[in-house]
C-alpha cells in the first residue's frame, strides 16, 4: 500500500499552478472553493428548475400527457432532492466558505484540504445522484423515500438506491464542512472578534453547522438501514412483515428532516441580517436577540420533528405535545422578523437589488410562516398535510425565504467576489420577476390545497376546481424561469464590461469589505484587530459612529507597514488528495449498485488518498 | 459602541407620522409591491371559499372536517391579522425611511429591551390563543363517540377494500354510509403507506402497514362525497380515488341487502359466456361471491360491480364502454396497475361486460 | 466553567489512571454479578442504569480529560450526548405510547 | 485603527481558543458520533420485545452468553486503560514506552473484535442472522458498526506505531496520541452503554412469542 500511494504521489505531482483548470481541481483556497460551490450548485439549481418546469407543465391542464406517471414521480423526487441536497445546501455552503475568514478576519479554514474534499464529494454525490437517470430510472419515492414504498417489494429499480447512497455520501461533505466550520469559528478569529462581536451571518453558519453535525447522522443511520434492508443481507427494518415498522423511518428522516429545514433557512437569516443593516447604515438591531433566538431556533428544531407526521397516528398526546412546541418556534422567528424590521425603522433604506431581495425575503418568509401556523395545529393539517397547501407553505419558506436570500446574497457579495458590480437595471428586473413568478406559482397552491389538491399527483380530471389556478402556477413558474435568465444574462454581461467595485461598494460592515475586491489569497495582509461589532464601519466611523462622523477614506488592510504587501505570507498548497479520496468514497458507495469489486477499488483509492493525505506536508 | 444612546422607537414614529404628511407622492417600487401582495393574497384566500368544488376542505359537511374547518378559520384570523399588521407596517417602513439623500446618517440604534420584550410577548399571547383551542380539538376529535357501525378500510396499491365487518358486507372503492350515525374506520393496509381522506368529511388519517389507525366519521346530509389516496403510495397514487355514497337509512339497509345477496348463476345463453370468461380469467384475483372458484384475493371483489359508480378505482364512469376499455388494456388508462392485459378477444371482451354489469 | 481555556489543569498520571481503571473493573464485576442475583431483579435496570454510568463518566472525565480539559470540549460531547439521549427517550416514548400494532399484518 | 505585530501572530498554533484545531474537531465529531449510535441504539431499543420469531436476545430460547460477553467487555475497557497509559508515556517523552502501550491497546481491541467475530459465528449457528427477526436486524447493526469503529481504531493505533518506528511522534507530538486516544475512549464507553442497554437488561418477550 505504501509503495504504492507513494508512487502515486509521485505521479501526481504537487500542483503549483496558481492559473487555470488543474489550479482549480487542487485548489485549498477557501474562495476559490466558495466559488465552485457556487457554480456548481447554481448548475444543479438550473437541473433542479427544469424539472419542475415539466412538473409544472404536465399539470397546467387537466389530464396532462407531457411525462408518464413513472417519470413524473421520478422528476418530484428529484426536484426536491435537487433543490434541498445539491442547491440550498451548497449554495450557503458557497457563502460560508467565501466569506467565514474574511468576515472573522482569518487567512483560511482551519483545514483547507477537507475543505476541498467537502467540495469534491459534492460534486460527486451530485453527479452519482442525477447519473440515475442512465441507469435504469431516477428515485421516485419522494425526497422523504417513505419505508416501505422504498423497499425492494414495491421499488425494484434501482433509483432508490441511488438516492440513499448519494445522500450518505453527500452528508459526508456536509459533515466535514460543518467540522471545519465548527473549528474555524471557534478557532480562528481576528484579535478582538469575541463571539458576540462576530457577523451575524457567520452566527448562523455556526449554528448551522452544529445542526449539521447532529443531524446528519441519524439521517445516515436511516439510509444505511434502508440499503441493509435493500441488499442481500435482507434485514427487516422497515419490514412490517417481519416485525418491522416503516414509521420509524418517517422518526429518523424527520429528527433529521427539521433541523435540516433550518439548514436551510439560517444562512438566509444570516445573510438578510448583512445586507439590511448595510443598506439602511444601521446597526442590527437587538443582535444578541437575533443571534439568541437563532441559536434557540437551531436548539427547537429538535423537539417538533413530529409535527410533519401529525396524521400518522402518533395519539392524541403526542400530537398535542408537537404542536405546542411547534408553535412555540414562532417565538423566536417572531424575534427576528420585529428585529428586522426595527433595523429597517429609522434607517437610511437605499433600494439596491440585495435590498429588494432581502426585503422580499422578509415578506415572503412572513407568509410561510403564518401559513405554517395554520397546520401546526394538528386537526387543521389533518386537512392540510399532504396538499398543495404543504407545498405552498414550504416554497414560501424555501424559495421566498432561502432563495431570495441567496439571491440577495449573491448581488450583494458578487462584486466581493469577482471585482464587477452587476448590473442593477437588471438586477431590478430580475428580482421583480422573481418575486412576481413565485407569488404567481406558489401563491394559488394555498387554494388548490384547501380545494383538496393533493400533492405528488401526476394527473387530475376536469372538474375538480383545479384548472384555473394551476394554469396560472404553470405561468408563474416560466416567469421566475426568465427572471433566472435574466440573472445569468447578468453575470454574462457585466463579466465582460461590468462596473469595477472597489473594495468596499455599499458602504459596509464587516471585515470583507476591508480587503481587495477580489481578496487575495492571503484575505488580510495585516491581520486585523476588532474593536466591536461592524469591526469595519467601526473603522469607518469611529466607534461612536454615525452622526455625521462621515469618513472620506476608510482605513485598508490591503496595504500597511511591516510584511503587509502579502509576498510574506504562506499559504497553504494546492493538492490532489482531496478530490482522489472523494472519488474513492464515491465509487465505493457505487459499487453498492455496480457490484462490491467496485466498492473495494473504491476503498483502495481512498485509503490510500488518506494515507497520502496524512503524510503530505500542508506546503512543499 | 454599548454607550450609544438608545432612541426610543415610539418617540421616532411620531415623528415619522409628522413629517410623512409632507412626503412626496412618489412611493418606493418595493413598497407599492408589498401591497399588491397583500391585498393579492388575501383576494386569493376569499376566492377560494366558493363551497362548490368536489374536494373543497372549506365547504365541509361531516361532523370532523365540520371542526376542523372551524379551527382553520380561528387560526387563519389570527394569521391574517399579524399579515395585515406586520406587512403594513413593512410597507410604511419602506416608505417613510427610504433614503432621501447620499449623505444622511441615521441614529445608530442598538436595540431596545422593552421593545424586545414586547414583541416576543406578542406572539407568546397569539401562539397561547392558537395552542388552546388546538389541543382542545384534538382530543374532541380522538374521543370515542356513540359508535354505531365498525368499517374497516385496507388500503391496496391501488385501490380501497371496505369491510363491514357487522354487516358481511365486503366492497370496494365505493364506500355507503348511513346518514347521521357515527361510524367508526379501522384503518389498515396490505402493502405501503396510504391516506385515507375524504376532504369534505374528514382530515386525513394514514393507513400503515403493520398497523392500525382509527377515524371517525358523521355525516348529516345524503351525498356522493369524493375521497382519494393522499400519501405518495407509487406510480399510480394520483388514481387512487374512491366515492363515499352517503344514503338515508332504508337505502342504505337496502343497499345492504343486495350486496349480501350472491349472485346467481344467469339465465341468458350470452350472460352465461361472459360468466364462463370471468371464472376462468378474473377469479384467480377476483371474488364474486356465488360464482364457484371466484374467491381470488388479489383485486377488488366484483361481487355487484354492476352497482357501483365508477371502476378502476374512481378513474372511470362505469359504462360499458368504460368497461370494455380498461379490461381491453388496463395499462393504457392506468399505467404500472397491477390488473395485466389479459389478452382476452374482442368477443370475449363484448361477453364480460354486460355480465361484470349486470351484477348489481 | 471559569477556567480559562490556557490553563486547564494539568492530566493525571499513571497511578491516577490504574486506580481509575481498578475502579472501573470493580464496577462491571458488580454489573455482572448483580445481574446473576435473583433478589435484585426488580431493581436491575435501576442499578445498572446508575453503574454504567458511573463508569461512563469515569471514562469521560478521567481518561478523556474532560474534567481536566477545555469546558468548550465537554460542550461539544454534552451537546451531541445530551440530543442523542433525548431523542432516545423521546422515541420510546413514542412508539410505546401509539403503538397499535397488527402482529403479521400485511 | 491597530493592527496586530507582525510577529504576534506568528506560532502556526495560536489560536482564538487556545485549543489545537485538530482537537476540536476530534471532540466535535465525538459529540457528532453520539447522534450516529444514539439513532442505533434507538433502533435496538425500539424493536426490543417485537420480533415475531426467534431465536431471542434472553430467556429460555436467548442467544446472549452473558459471561462470554462480560469477558470481552472486560477486555475493551482495559483497553482504556492502556490507550491511557501509551498518552501519558508519550507525553513523558517515553517511546518505547509508548509503542509498547499502542500495542498493547491494540491487541485488546483485536481481542474484543474476535470476540465479536466468535459471537456472531455463534449466533448465526443458533439460527440468528440479520434477515430473521428486528432483533437479529437491529443488534447485528449496532454492534457491527460499533466493531467497525473498534476495527478503525485498531488500524489507527497500529498507524501510530509505525509513524513513531520512523520517528514521527516525539514527545512534542504526543497531541495526535491524544486525539487518537479520545477516539478509542469513546468506543470504550459506546461499549459500556451497549453491554448494559443490550446484553445486561433484559428485554421482555413479545407477547405471542414462545
Known amino acids: 500500500m505504501a509503495t504504492i500511494t507513494g508512487s502515486m504521489v509521485g505521479v501526481l505531482r504537487r500542483p503549483t499552478s496558481h492559473y487555470g483548470v488543474w489550479s482549480w481541481m487542487t485548489t485549498v483556497d477557501h474562495k476559490r472553493i466558495g ?24 399539470l397546467a391542464f387537466p389530464d396532462g400527457k407531457v411525462v408518464d406517471p413513472e417519470v413524473f414521480n421520478q422528476l418530484f423526487t428529484m426536484h426536491a432532492t435537487t433543490m434541498v441536497f445539491l442547491v440550498i445546501m451548497p449554495l450557503s455552503a458557497a457563502f460560508f466558505n467565501f466569506l467565514i475568514p474574511l468576515q472573522i478576519g482569518a487567512r483560511d479554514v482551519a483545514f483547507p484540504r477537507l475543505n476541498a474534499f467537502s467540495y469534491w464529494v459534492f460534486v460527486a454525490g451530485g453527479v452519482f445522484i442525477n447519473s440515475s437517470f442512465l441507469f435504469g430510472g431516477a428515485p421516485n419515492a419522494g425526497w422523504f423515500g417513505y419505508a416501505n414504498l422504498t423497499s425492494r417489494a414495491f421499488n425494484a429499480g434501482s433509483g432508490v438506491d441511488f438516492w440513499a447512497l448519494g445522500l450518505l455520501g453527500l452528508g459526508t461533505a456536509s459533515l466535514a464542512a460543518s467540522f471545519n466550520f465548527i473549528v474555524t469559528i471557534l478557532n480562528m478569529r481576528a484579535p478582538g472578534m469575541t463571539m458576540m462581536r462576530m457577523p451575524l451571518f457567520t452566527w448562523m453558519t455556526l449554528v448551522v453547522a452544529f445542526l449539521l453535525i447532529f443531524a446528519m447522522p441519524i439521517i445516515a443511520v436511516a439510509l444505511i438501514q434502508l440499503e441493509l434492508d435493500r441488499s442481500p443481507l435482507a434485514t427487516n427494518f422497515f419490514n412490517p412483515a417481519n416485525g418491522g415498522d416503516p414509521i420509524l423511518w418517517q422518526h429518523l428522516f424527520w429528527l433529521f428532516g427539521h433541523p435540516e429545514v433550518y439548514i436551510l433557512i439560517l444562512p438566509a437569516m444570516g445573510i438578510v441580517s448583512e445586507v439590511l443593516p448595510t443598506f439602511a447604515r444601521k446597526p442590527l438591531f437587538g443582535y444578541p436577540a437575533v443571534v439568541f433566538a437563532g441559536v434557540f431556533i437551531g436548539f427547537m428544531g429538535w423537539g417538533v420533528w413530529a409535527h410533519h407526521m401529525f396524521t400518522v397516528g402518533l395519539g392524541p398526546v403526542a400530537n398535542s405535545v408537537f404542536a405546542v412546541t411547534t408553535m412555540f418556534i414562532a417565538v423566536p422567528t417572531g424575534i427576528k422578523i420585529f428585529n428586522w424590521i426595527a433595523t429597517l425603522w429609522g434607517g437610511s433604506l437605499k433600494f439596491t437589488t440585495a435590498m429588494l431581495f432581502s426585503i422580499g425575503f422578509i415578506s415572503m418568509f412572513i407568509i410561510g410562516g403564518l401559513s405554517g401556523l395554520t397546520h401546526a395545529s394538528p386537526p387543521t393539517d389533518y386537512q392540510q398535510q ?21 439571491f440577495s446574497g449573491f448581488y450583494f457579495w458578487w462584486p466581493k467576489g469577482t471585482g464587477k458590480l452587476l448590473d442593477e437595471g437588471l438586477g431590478k428586473l430580475n428580482f421583480w420577476l422573481m418575486i412576481i413568478g413565485m407569488n404567481l406559482t406558489f401563491g394559488p397552491m394555498h387554494i388548490l390545497g384547501l380545494n383538496g389538491m393533493p400533492r405528488r399527483i401526476y394527473t387530475y380530471p376536469s372538474g375538480m376546481g383545479w384548472e384555473f389556478w394551476n394554469l396560472i402556477e404553470t405561468a408563474g413558474s416560466l416567469v421566475i424561469a426568465l427572471s433566472v435568465l435574466v440573472f445569468i444574462i447578468n453575470v454574462v454581461r457585466t463579466s465582460r464590461n461590468g462596473k469595477e467595485a472597489g473594495p468596499d461598494p455599499w ?25 466591536g461589532r461592524d469591526a469595519f464601519w467601526i473603522e469607518k466611523y469611529g466607534l461612536h459612529g454615525g452622526e455625521g462622523a462621515h469618513h472620506a477614506a476608510p482605513p485598508s488592510h490591503t496595504a500597511g507597514s511591516g510584511n503587509g504587501d502579502g509576498h510574506a505570507i504562506h499559504m497553504p498548497q494546492g493538492s490532489y488528495l482531496p478530490m482522489v479520496t472523494a472519488f474513492g468514497q464515491t465509487l465505493m458507495l457505487a459499487g453498492v449498485i455496480f457490484g462490491y469489486w467496485l466498492s473495494g477499488v473504491g476503498l483502495v483509492i481512498m485509503l490510500g488518498g488518506v494515507y497520502a493525505w496524512c503524510s503530505e506536508p500542508v506546503s512543499d | 459602541m454599548r454607550n450609544l444612546a438608545q432612541s426610543s422607537l415610539p418617540a421616532r414614529a411620531a415623528t415619522g407620522l409628522a413629517k410623512g404628511a409632507t412626503l412626496s407622492s412618489r412611493r418606493s417600487a418595493a413598497a407599492s409591491f408589498l401591497s399588491l401582495v397583500l391585498v393579492g393574497v388575501l383576494a386569493l384566500f376569499i376566492t377560494s371559499c366558493s363551497g362548490k368544488d368536489p374536494q373543497d376542505t372549506l365547504s365541509s359537511v361531516g361532523e370532523v372536517a365540520k371542526k376542523q374547518q372551524e379551527l382553520f378559520w380561528i387560526i387563519f384570523a389570527w394569521a391574517a391579522l399579524v399579515f395585515v399588521l406586520v406587512q403594513g407596517l413593512l410597507l410604511f417602513i419602506l416608505f417613510r425611511f427610504r433614503r432621501r439623500s447620499e449623505n444622511e446618517m441615521p ?22 390563543s392558537v395552542a388552546i383551542p388546538t389541543v382542545a380539538s384534538i382530543f374532541d376529535l380522538a374521543k370515542e363517540h356513540d359508535v354505531s357501525m365498525q368499517v374497516k378500510v385496507i388500503g391496496h396499491q391501488w385501490w380501497w377494500e371496505f369491510q363491514y365487518p357487522g354487516l358481511g358486507v365486503v366492497t370496494a372503492n365505493e364506500l355507503h354510509l348511513p346518514v347521521g350515525e357515527v361510524v367508526a374506520f379501522d384503518l389498515q393496509s396490505a402493502d405501503v403507506i396510504h391516506s385515507f381522506w375524504v376532504p369534505k368529511l374528514a382530515g386525513k388519517q394514514d393507513v400503515v402497514p403493520g398497523r392500525s389507525n382509527p377515524l371517525t366519521i358523521k355525516v348529516d346530509e345524503p351525498g356522493t362525497f369524493l375521497g382519494q389516496c393522499a400519501e405518495l403510495c407509487g406510480i399510480q397514487h394520483a388514481q387512487m380515488k374512491f366515492r ?34 370471468v371464472q376462468q380469467k378474473c377469479s384467480a384475483c377476483h371474488t364474486i361471491q356465488g360464482l364457484a372458484g371466484a374467491v381470488g384475493k388479489v383485486g377488488p371483489t366484483l361481487t355487484h360491480i354492476g352497482g357501483r359508480g365508477t371502476i378502476a378505482a374512481g378513474v372511470l364512469n362505469n359504462t360499458p364502454e368504460n368497461l370494455a376499455r380498461w379490461i381491453r388494456d388496463p395499462q393504457e388508462v392506468k399505467r404500472g396497475a397491477l390488473m395485466p392485459n389479459l389478452g382476452l378477444t374482442e368477443d370475449e371482451i363484448q361477453a364480460v361486460v354486460p355480465y361484470l354489469l349486470s351484477l348489481k | 466553567m471559569a477556567v480559562p481555556a490556557e490553563h486547564h489543569r494539568a492530566h493525571p498520571g499513571p497511578g491516577e489512571y490504574i486506580k481509575i481503571a481498578v475502579i472501573l473493573a470493580v464496577i462491571t464485576l458488580v454489573e455482572v454479578a448483580v445481574y446473576y442475583v435473583p433478589s435484585l431483579s426488580g431493581a436491575l435496570t435501576p442499578i445498572l442504569m446508575v453503574l454504567s454510568t458511573i463508569k461512563f463518566s469515569m471514562v469521560v472525565l478521567w481518561f478523556m480529560h474532560l474534567k481536566f480539559d477545555s469546558v468548550l470540549f465537554s460542550y461539544l460531547f454534552v451537546g451531541g450526548l445530551g440530543i442523542a439521549g433525548a431523542v432516545l427517550i423521546a422515541l420510546l416514548f413514542l412508539f410505546g405510547a401509539s403503538h397499535t400494532i397488527v402482529p403479521g399484518a400485511a | 485603527m491597530q ?49 415475531l420469531a426467534g431465536p431471542f436476545p434472553n430467556g429460555p430460547e436467548g442467544v446472549f452468553d452473558i459471561p462470554f460477553t462480560s469477558v470481552s467487555a472486560f477486555v475493551l475497557l482495559m483497553s482504556s486503560l492502556t490507550m491511557v497509559l501509551a498518552l501519558a508515556a508519550s507525553q513523558r517523552g517515553h517511546i518505547r514506552g509508548m509503542r509498547v502501550w499502542l500495542i498493547a491497546t491494540a491487541l485488546l481491541g483485536t481481542v474484543f473484535l474476535g470476540g465479536q467475530f466468535f459471537e456472531f459465528t455463534a449466533f448465526v449457528a443458533e439460527g440468528l442472522t440479520p434477515a430473521t427477526n428486528v432483533f437479529g436486524t437491529s443488534f447485528f447493526t449496532l454492534t457491527g458498526f460499533h466493531g467497525a469503529h473498534v476495527t478503525l481504531g485498531v488500524i489507527i493505533l497500529l498507524s501510530l506505531v509505525v509513524v513513531s518506528l520512523r520517528g514521527g511522534l516525539p514527545k512534542e507530538e504526543s497531541l495526535t496520541v491524544e486525539i487518537a486516544g479520545l477516539y478509542w475512549h469513546f468506543v470504550d464507553i459506546v ?18 412469542a414462545g
Open chain 2, 244 to 277: 363515499v355514497v352517503v344514503q338515508e337509512k332504508a337505502q342504505f339497509d337496502q343497499w345492504v341487502k343486495d350486496q349480501r345477496t350472491p349472485v346467481q348463476p344467469p339465465g341468458d345463453p350470452a350472460m352465461v359466456k361472459g360468466s364462463l370468461i
Open chain 4, 191 to 208: 461499549w459500556i452503554v451497549i453491554f448494559t442497554l443490550v446484553y445486561l437488561i433484559p428485554a421482555p418477550l413479545p407477547p405471542h
Open chain 2, 107 to 128: 441614529a445608530q440604534t442598538h436595540g431596545n429591551t422593552r421593545l424586545e420584550i414586547a414583541w416576543t410577548l406578542a406572539p407568546v399571547v397569539i401562539l397561547v
Open chain 1, 386 to 406: 399532504d396538499t398543495y397547501y404543504i407545498v405552498a407553505h414550504f416554497h414560501y419558506v424555501l424559495f421566498g425565504g432561502s432563495i431570495l436570500a441567496l
Open chain 4, 3 to 51: 493592527h496586530a505585530h507582525p510577529a504576534a501572530h506568528a506560532p502556526e498554533h495560536e489560536t482564538t481558543t487556545g485549543l489545537d484545531h485538530r482537537k476540536l474537531l476530534m471532540w466535535a465529531f465525538l459529540g457528532s458520533d453520539c447522534l450516529l449510535f444514539g439513532a442505533l441504539i434507538s433502533t435496538y431499543m425500539i424493536y426490543r420485545g417485537r420480533s
Open chain 1, 507 to 531: 458602504d459596509g460592515r464587516t471585515l470583507e469589505w476591508s480587503i481587495p475586491s477580489p481578496p487575495p489569497e492571503y484575505n488580510f495582509a495585516t491581520v486585523p484587530v476588532v474593536q
Open chain 1, 35 to 58: 466559488v465552485l460551490y457556487g457554480v456548481t450548485s447554481f448548475i444543479f439549481f438550473l437541473i433542479g428548475g427544469v424539472e419542475a418546469l415539466v412538473l409544472r407543465l404536465q
